[in-house]
Nanobody
Framework: QVQLVESGGGLVQAGGSLRLSCAAS????????MGWFRQAPGKEREFVAT????????YYTDSVKGRFTISRDNAKNTVYLQMNSLKPEDTAVYYC???????????????WGQGTQVTVSS
């Protein structure tokens, strides 16, 4: 099993940056694909980015390409989401999640953190 704890959310002005962190428990972190998802009020949870076991492969939803970067440090059992050039439409609760295989469908992820709020003001 994996337990996930996100941090790093907050309030930022449009155009600003934030870095989210997701710390994982357990000794098998490096065996999981990790993903970041977000959910705005009244909207369905949506995929943001995912990263492979080694960190060698990443994939992003179109709306964040070129602005967000997902990375991981397996020695620290942590995955990150660097968010630059933030827009008001990026406002949401951001969640990290883990699964054993690649995928962008949130329903297929096995483990979830509690979420961290990101608010971007205009």
């Amino acid at each position: 099993q994996v337990q996930l704890v996100e941090s790093g959310g907050g309030l930022v002005q449009a155009g600003g940056s934030l870095r989210l962190s997701c710390a994982a428990s357990g000794r098998t972190f490096s065996r999981y694909f990790m993903g970041w998802f977000r959910q705005a009020p009244g909207k369905e949870r949506e995929f943001v980015a995912t990263i492979s076991w080694s960190g060698g492969s990443t994939y992003y939803t179109d709306s964040v390409k070129g602005r967000f970067t997902i990375s991981r440090d397996n020695a620290k059992n942590t995955v990150y989401l660097q968010m630059n050039s933030l827009k008001p439409e990026d406002t949401a609760v951001y969640y990290c999640a883990a699964k054993h295989t690649y995928g962008s469908n949130w329903r297929e992820y096995d483990y979830w953190g509690q979420g961290t709020q990101v608010t971007v003001s205009s």
